[in-house]
């Protein structure tokens, strides 16, 4: 007769407890190493920004060093790419949102002849691929005699800022209680009175929100930048030059401070927000 292994009730429960771990915590391992893997690079731009090579490469690390903070302007023609960056990203995320913000409130507070049509072509930029809208640009500007500069690049970052803008705007307008409104105005508010006192702030974490994004999108861009700018050298395009002849480590500096910058501004709204819900709980 053959012998049959049957496992004994101490194991059963071994397995069963090992299962049940891994269930309970597979998740937060994925998600765990899902950040990780979408930090790692951040991480590695930071690290090298106290990085002291000995040559031109700032690919391997050398020894540590806070020259590169302090001397952040040291690489010819940085300070001026960094300071026109901040200058197109700034008035294009306030253009960009200031209209998307009308957009937004008219698509959800109005039927409008065109209304459709508006919506499609609200998404049309997120759709079409960057060298498209760069190239569609070049086109127009060459046919216009328009001469490439800061006007080309900052009209050209509107453009596809506003997209992004109006859907994050609208997004909040969609779930708007509008009976806030009208008790506003039955107890004597004007049209623009509730506009100020009380759509703005409801709706304002929203037009921070497109804000801060339309900042990062600005400043970040490179593809349709380049198609734009003529001779005008901005952030992402002095990096790109730079890097090569082997990028500085400046470039890892600059890098770090704006996303040390995004990353602030990002917590201080969370934390605003929390303050206003627990205020009004």
Not at 222 to 235: H, L, P, Q
């Amino acid at each position: 007769m053959s012998a049959v292994a049957v496992p004994t009730p101490r194991r059963v429960r071994a397995r069963v407890r090992v299962w049940t771990f891994v269930r309970r915590h597979l998740l937060t391992a994925y998600a765990v190493l899902f950040f990780v893997y979408l930090l790692l690079p951040i991480a590695v731009v930071i690290a090298f920004s106290f990085n002291h090579p000995t040559g031109r490469f700032n690919y391997v690390w050398q020894g540590f060093t806070w020259d590169n903070w302090r001397y952040w302007d040291g690489v010819p023609g940085l300070r001026s790419a960094i300071v026109l960056s901040l200058e197109i990203a700034l008035l294009a995320s306030l253009v960009a949102t200031a209209v998307g913000t009308a957009i937004a409130l008219a698509l959800v507070r109005y039927r409008f002849r065109g209304r459709g049509s508006t919506n499609l072509l609200v998404f049309l930029p997120l759709s079409t691929p960057e060298i498209v809208l760069g190239a569609s640009l070049l086109t127009l500007f060459l046919n216009l005699n328009v001469v490439f500069g800061f006007w080309t690049i900052l009209i050209a970052h509107v453009m596809f800022c506003i997209s992004f803008a109006v859907i994050t705007v609208k997004a909040r307008l969609v779930g708007f209680d509008r009976h806030l409104e009208e008790a506003a105005m039955d107890l004597g508010a004007n049209e623009w009175v509730t506009f100020y006192r009380v759509t703005l702030p409801l709706i304002a974490p929203a037009i921070l929100a497109a804000l801060l994004l339309c900042f990062a999108i600005s400043i970040d861009d490179f593809v349709v930048t380049y198609f734009n700018s003529g001779s005008t050298i901005t952030f992402p395009l002095f990096v790109w030059g730079a890097a090569r002849n082997g990028a500085p480590p400046q470039v890892n500096v600059i890098g770090t401070a704006i996303f040390v910058f995004a990353v602030g501004a990002m917590l201080v709204n969370v934390l605003v927000q929390a303050r206003r819900s627990k205020s009004a709980g």
